[in-house]
């Protein structure tokens, strides 16, 4: 038979029916193979996603969950041991005063030496012999003593307190005597090492706003004292004290 006669066999037996249900069969196959690709590509990626997430929280770091201030861990700048740095002793020879001898106990005598005022200032500060007295060099410790003022609030351990030899009466305020107001000041002031008031301040005001403070202050700086004694000596010291203003008629 020949091509023709196929070819024409073929169109007489399938018509357009037969063709139409073709096309759907063929369209509705190529739409299944289409939508499992899809599926495929999708699942994968899921399945990829969930492996990694897996593998994410096997190595997730344990977390600790704080309810009280108690729970919180100290701060490293605590826990870290900070570096040791080596420091060299310096060489100084050590005190003679002070130190025991070992001696046996059939010799011990029981005989107590302090060592005097010089002894000790010559132990916490010594001085060098002077140039051209000894071999070597020499070092003259020459320094002038400041006066030192303490701070308001810094503690002095004294022998004596102050003494007040001296108290000026402050000068009663115009606009406290118009209003007719009482009240009482507490004054603060540094006493240096000749009775002197070399600082004076408000330690607690009197709350009445006519002036008692600057009065207070004002005869404060006029007041003499006999100085404070530490070990013999006078030292500068802070003194409170209150001023009382009382109106009178």
């Known amino acids: 038979m020949s091509a023709k006669t196929v070819g024409s066999t073929v169109s007489s037996v399938m018509g357009a029916l037969e063709l139409k ?16 690709f899809h599926l495929a590509i999708i699942g994968g990626a899921l399945f990829y996603q969930y492996l990694k997430e897996r593998a ?19 701060p490293p700048s605590m826990t870290q041991q900070k570096p040791q740095v080596a420091v060299e002793q310096p060489d100084i020879a050590p005190p003679t005063i002070g130190i025991p001898t070992p001696v046996p106990d059939e010799e011990v005598v029981e005989e107590v030496r302090f060592a005097t005022r010089a002894e000790l200032a010559e132990l916490s500060a010594p001085v060098e ?6 071999g070597g060099d020499s070092v003259i410790v020459d320094i002038p003593v400041e006066e030192y003022f303490p701070e308001a609030d810094e503690f002095v351990a ?18 406290a005597a118009l209003t007719e107001k009482s009240g009482t000041v507490w004054v603060q002031a540094l006493v240096d090492k000749e009775g002197r008031v070399r600082d004076a301040r408000v330690l607690k005001p009197s709350g009445t706003n006519v002036g008692f403070e ?24 802070w003194v409170s004290y209150k001023v009382d203003f009382k109106f009178r008629k």
């Open 21 to 36: 249900r073709y096309y759907q069969r063929s369209m509705t196959l190529g739409v299944m193979i289409a939508a499992a």
């Open 56 to 74: 994410m929280d096997d190595e997730a770091v344990a977390v600790v969950r704080i309810k009280t201030m108690s729970d919180v861990a100290p």
């Open 129 to 134: 012999a002077a140039a051209g007295s000894g």
């Open 158 to 175: 004294v022998e004596e307190m102050p003494v007040q030899i001296h108290e000026e009466q402050p000068v009663y305020p115009e606009m």
């Open 214 to 237: 600057d009065a207070a202050l004002e005869a404060a700086y006029k007041n003499r004292y006999k100085p404070a004694i530490q070990n013999g000596r006078p030292v500068a010291v």
